[in-house]
């Protein structure tokens, strides 16, 4: 009797310069393919980012032949339990950034990654830090780099939650001044798996801020190694079936439904299909309002004082 070949999903970034975006696209698109992968792979001239699917020998050997590029000999992967099967199809494409900012020329990338980015802190050193300032005129901050739906079910003890749909919101919150309250501040930046932290840093630290961290591997290896035992509270928002919501069953619900402020962490779309917004919603409500539509964004820039509510931005000034 056959079983089916073991799979898994491969993460990765490389901050890096790369002289000929286009030619390293190609190749990508070629080796990966060969090996019947599935995934989403960005080159830039700052480097790559990529999330690779499919029978664990096959993708070994991508990495294995993607190492083989000198600029991305120490490349460093994430396994995640999936399969080919999580991605509709291949996609290798040359973007201006690894992450969407809308600042490219505002990144500066070497052999050794992006120049002047955040001190990275394992989750050990994050727990480390809080406790050793816990107390002290200047207690340690957390800054989330995601946006306030994500936020809204999960986040660090205190953080700090931008006004933010999108990367280039929070590049927009740090220009505004609107973090300067923070400048003095030891700052510990997190995003799911650290990539947008790396360059949000590197922001902060360019503006004048004069402490400022990054979470090593982000929000998914702070609970891999203290699940619900430590700073994080509530759950993670993910979009695949790799990532699980909950570190552990003893996870807090944090969120509230935007409708009846009922604790939940779902994330519903409205009725309208052509509407990317997510917002936390009980199964109750989503059932009692089925075509229900969230407003338009020019409709809602401050996101209401009851999503404010949600989203525990008491931090906010």
């Excluded at 029978?55 to 399969?83: C, I, N, Q």
């Excluded at 955040?118 to 300032?133: H, I, K, M, Y």
């Excluded at 609107?178 to 997190?190: C, E, Q, S, V, W």
């Excluded at 982000?218 to 430590?230: F, K, L, P």
């Amino acid at each position: 009797m056959s079983t089916a070949p073991l799979s898994r999903i491969a993460l990765y970034y490389r901050f890096t310069p790369l002289a000929d975006p286009e030619a390293v696209r190609l190749w990508q698109r070629t080796l990966a393919a060969s090996l019947g992968l599935t995934g989403r792979i960005i080159v830039s001239p700052q480097g790559i980012n990529g999330t690779v699917g499919g029978p664990v020998d096959a993708v070994k050997r991508y990495m294995r032949g993607t190492r083989e590029h000198p600029a991305f000999r120490d490349l460093e992967v994430k396994w995640s339990d999936g399969s080919a099967a999580d991605f509709p199809r291949l996609s290798v494409k040359v973007k201006p950034e690894l992450v969407a900012f809308g600042a490219p020329e505002r990144v500066t990338v070497d052999a050794d990654g992006i120049v002047g980015t955040g001190e990275r802190l394992t989750p050990v050193q994050v727990d480390a830090l809080v406790a050793e300032r816990a107390g002290t005129a200047n207690p340690v901050r957390f800054l989330d780099g995601r946006n306030t739906v994500e936020a809204a079910i999960g986040r660090f003890d205190g953080a700090v939650v931008p006004d933010a749909h999108t990367t280039r919101d929070l590049l927009a919150a740090v220009d505004s001044g609107a973090l300067d309250h923070l400048k003095d501040a030891p700052l510990i930046t997190y995003c799911t798996g650290g990539v947008r932290c790396e360059v949000l840093s590197a922001l902060l630290k360019d503006r004048g801020f004069a402490e400022v961290y990054q979470l090593d591997g982000g929000i998914v290896r702070y609970g891999e190694a203290r699940g619900d035992a430590g700073l994080w509270r509530g759950e993670l928002a993910v979009f695949a079936r790799r990532l699980p919501p909950r570190f552990t069953a003893d996870a807090e619900t944090i969120g509230r439904c935007v409708t009846c402020e009922a604790p939940t962490s779902a994330l519903r779309n409205c009725a309208d299909p052509a509407c990317t917004t997510l917002e936390v919603r009980c199964a109750a409500c989503a059932a009692d309002d089925p075509e229900h539509r969230c407003p338009p964004r020019a409709m809602r820039p401050a996101w209401t004082n009851r999503w404010r509510a949600a989203v525990a931005c008491a931090s906010w000034p």
